[in-house]
């Protein structure tokens, strides 16, 4: 099983950046996606979350408005469109699958991709 994320990067305040996270291993398309972030110092937080179908979505109240989550289930992938960045959206963004109806300990995770917003 394998989460892999890409995208991540430097950007300016107010940029965009797209990131990607390819699952191989599993059946990507019963599984919910999510991409969490964790900042230095701080706790790894739940960014945004869509279901296995694609039909439901939920953000963190810090970045609703400004990022979008979405998925191809053809190709094995889940994005997070991020917009509008802000210093605080600094952080190592992780893709998690969660197979629904299983504890979270059968999760998947990814390695992690570094995001930094800074002019």
């Known amino acids: 099983v394998q989460l892999e994320e890409s995208g991540g990067g430097l950007v300016q305040p107010g940029g965009s950046l797209r990131l990607s996270c390819v699952g191989s291993g599993f059946t990507f398309r019963s599984y919910g996606m999510s991409w969490y972030r964790q900042a230095l110092g701080k706790e790894r937080e739940l960014v945004a979350a869509?279901?296995?179908?694609?039909?439901?979505?939920n953000y963190a109240d810090s970045v609703k408005g400004r990022f979008i989550i979405s998925r191809d289930n053809a190709k094995n992938t889940v994005y997070l469109q991020m917009n509008s960045l802000k210093p605080e959206d600094t952080a190592v963004y992780y893709c998690?699958?969660?197979?629904?109806?299983?504890?979270?300990?059968?999760?998947?995770w990814g390695q992690g991709t570094q995001v930094t917003v800074s002019s």
């Open positions: 869509i279901s296995n179908a694609g039909g439901r979505t």
């Open positions: 998690n699958a969660h197979r629904p109806a299983t504890p979270t300990r059968y999760d998947y």
